[in-house]
Nanobody
Framework: QVQLAESGGGLVQAGGSLRLSCAVSARTSTAYRMGWFRQAPGKEREFVATISWSGATTYYADSVKGRFTISRDNAKNTVYLQMNSLKPEDTAVYYC??????????????????WGQGTQVTVSS
C-alpha cells in the first residue's frame, strides 16, 4: 500500500514563502512521476506542478510559474514544493499525488492514483 503524507502548510503573509514536503511510504515510488495539486473552497482541484521520476522534467501551471519550484529527493522518497512570492489566491489545500504507470496527461487528476490527505496553505493579504 502506498501512502503519501504532506507537511509544511500554514499561514503566511502575501509575498512570503513556504516549503511543502510529501513523504511517500513505498520504495517503488521513485519510479513514478509525482504531482502537486490544490483545491480552494468551492473550486475544483487544479494542477500546480509535476516532476518526472528522475527529476529532469518539470511542468507548472501558468499561475505559479516563476514562483513555485517542484523537486524530489528519491533517496528520501520525498517530493517538495517551494512556494515563493505567495499571493492570497494561492490559498488552498495542497495535495501531492503519484501518477499511474500509464496516463493521458500529467496535468489531469485522473492520471494520478495515490493521493495524500492534503495540507492547508493560507495566504493573508
Amino acid at each position: 500500500q502506498v501512502q503519501l503524507a504532506e507537511s509544511g502548510g500554514g499561514l503566511v503573509q502575501a509575498g512570503g514563502s513556504l516549503r511543502l514536503s510529501c513523504a511517500v511510504s513505498a520504495r517503488t515510488s521513485t519510479a513514478y512521476r509525482m504531482g502537486w495539486f490544490r483545491q480552494a473552497p468551492g473550486k475544483e482541484r487544479e494542477f500546480v506542478a509535476t516532476i518526472s521520476w528522475s527529476g529532469a522534467t518539470t511542468y507548472y501551471a501558468d499561475s505559479v510559474k516563476g514562483r513555485f519550484t517542484i523537486s524530489r529527493d528519491n533517496a528520501k522518497n520525498t517530493v517538495y514544493l517551494q512556494m515563493n512570492s505567495l499571493k492570497p489566491e494561492d490559498t488552498a489545500v495542497y495535495y501531492c499525488a503519484r501518477a499511474r504507470v500509464t496516463y493521458q496527461s500529467s496535468l489531469d487528476t485522473s492520471s494520478y492514483d495515490y493521493w495524500g490527505q492534503g495540507t492547508q496553505v493560507t495566504v493573508s493579504s
